[in-house]
């Protein structure tokens, strides 16, 4: 629940009393079965974490999707602080894009948080039709009570980055943010900061490309992204593209410090494993430089060639920052840590805290370190009560207080079949990192798991978490 003041609308006022706010009793999450045996629709999972329940830890909602395959992915809200001020908007629904079908499900989480319903379907037909896109993304709640969704490609599965605007009350497509002929070539991940009258889009790569796998020829053929692109708030034009170079390949969750008058943040590269901070320069553009880069491990291991040299990078898939804009926290999927960086020197961000999770260097597995600049030995496996964790550490979730870091460990299931097999067999977990937040340091919670290898359905592949009370990545303030 958000703040009860009386003429407020959702959210929170500011981040810092976000910060204040309830502890979170339960947690949203997409589960998939595309891409494994089970032939059965994705569905929202409703999740119980609260230790004096006892459901702590349980599954205690599940509500299937009407199809096959979508690949639900990320979800946002129709209304959140930025709506702070307008008293009759509510956080009430629950925006479910399909990564993969293209269909958008509005689920109404207002009249039962503990169990939710389906409210409406957007079907692919009006993203096709109403704005030439396909393989919406990330959706963001505007100020203007209208609902924002970046795109990845086109109809056809070639990269597009455009954005679908919803109608907050019906749900029905409006049509294109961007302007005719202004989308990007590729898209993915967007952050809006109007004090600065900005938003700057990511890119990931063309769906087609990406659609059954990674193949690293596709990256040479310039299937994937590389580029940052800051548009004009007001007009909905690109005014420029930033260019990250090799180093910044396939730009992924981008965040802008919390503090609306920021005119900085910071973004996380999988391929090269870096993460760029954009700032306003004095002369009113933008720029971006690499503040951390995780070294590459050298390796040999009994897998096929091809995703041999993949093995060896760190692949930054989450980022995230605390509501203070203190920590910097992002998941390295492939060596399976998760870390914590100081970042109140925002150009010389410090790592605090560090955790080993899973992922494919582990002691037992089929890939031996050769070289290593930063680890003695490499990491055994994580056993939490009783089952193996496989995979790596992926989606974060950090609670208001910044206390308690929640993690999942599926990707995207092409990418699970293809680099974490036993992932797929077996089913992801959701995990919870209990944060120092004065000296900085991370440590597991071992009395906390959720299994999704144990669904009813069969093992399923859980991927972003959202509190019913917005968070640090759903929320923007204005």
Not at 101 to 125: C, M, N
Not at 381 to 399: A, D, F, N
Not at 452 to 470: K, N, S, T
Request: aromatic residues 10%; charged residues 20%; glycine residues 10%.
């Amino acid at each position: 629940a958000a703040s009860t003041c009386s003429g407020c609308g959702p959210g929170y006022k500011t981040p810092l009393d976000a910060m204040k706010g309830p502890r979170e009793e339960i947690v949203y999450l997409p589960c998939i079965y595309r891409n494994t045996d089970i032939q059965k629709p994705d569905y929202l999972a409703t999740v119980d974490v609260n230790p004096q329940s006892p459901n702590f830890c349980k599954v205690i909602h599940r509500l299937p999707m009407p199809n096959l395959k979508d690949e639900l992915h990320h979800s946002g809200w129709n209304a959140c602080s930025s709506c702070y001020d307008d008293p009759s908007k509510r956080r009430n629904r629950l925006i479910l894009p399909s990564l993969i079908s293209s269909r958008v499900y509005v689920v109404d989480v207002g009249t039962d948080p503990r169990a939710p319903r389906l409210h409406k379907i957007v079907e692919p037909i009006d993203l096709f039709w109403k704005c030439g896109l396909a393989n919406p993304h990330t959706s963001h709640c505007l100020g203007s009570g209208q609902i924002m969704i970046s795109t990845m490609g086109d109809p056809s599965g070639n990269g597009k980055g455009g954005f679908v605007l919803l109608d907050g009350e019906t749900f029905e497509v409006i049509g294109n943010w961007e302007q005719p002929g202004e989308a990007a070539p590729f898209g993915y991940d967007f952050w809006y900061q109007p004090r600065h009258n900005v938003m700057i889009s990511t890119e990931w790569g063309a769906p087609k490309a990406l659609g059954n796998g990674f193949n690293p020829a596709d990256v040479k053929a310039g299937h994937y992204g590389q580029r940052l692109h800051v548009w004009d708030w007001t007009t909905h034009k690109r005014i420029q593209t930033l260019d990250l170079g090799e180093e910044g390949a396939i730009p992924l969750e981008i965040r802008f410090l919390h503090d609306p008058a920021a005119a900085e943040g910071f973004v996380g590269c999988a391929l090269q494993s870096t993460v760029f901070r954009f700032y306003k320069t004095p002369k009113g553009d933008w720029a971006a430089v690499s503040v951390i880069y995780i070294n590459i491990k050298k390796k040999k291991l009994g897998l096929h060639s091809f995703t041999h040299v993949f093995f060896a990078i760190g692949l930054i898939t989450d980022i995230l920052i605390s509501l203070d804009d203190r920590f910097l926290y992002f998941s390295n999927w492939l060596h399976g840590d998760i870390r914590q960086y100081d970042i109140t020197d925002r150009r010389n961000p410090r790592m605090v805290g560090q955790v080993f999770l899973a992922g494919s260097i582990l002691k037992d597995g089929p890939v031996k370190v050769l070289e290593d600049k930063e680890l003695d030995s490499q990491p055994a496996p994580r056993i939490l009560k009783g089952k193996r964790v496989q995979g790596g550490p992926q989606m974060l979730q950090l609670s208001l207080d910044g206390k308690r870091l929640y993690v999942t460990t599926s990707l995207y299931s092409a990418w699970d079949k293809q680099f974490y097999p036993d992932l797929v067999k077996e089913g992801s977990v959701m995990m919870q990192i209990d944060v120092d937040t004065d000296k900085g340091g991370l440590k597991l919670n071992e009395n906390f798991l959720v299994d999704f290898g144990a669904e009813p359905d069969g093992p399923a592949l859980a991927h972003e978490l959202r509190y019913p009370g917005g968070d640090c990545t759903s929320d923007i303030w204005l």
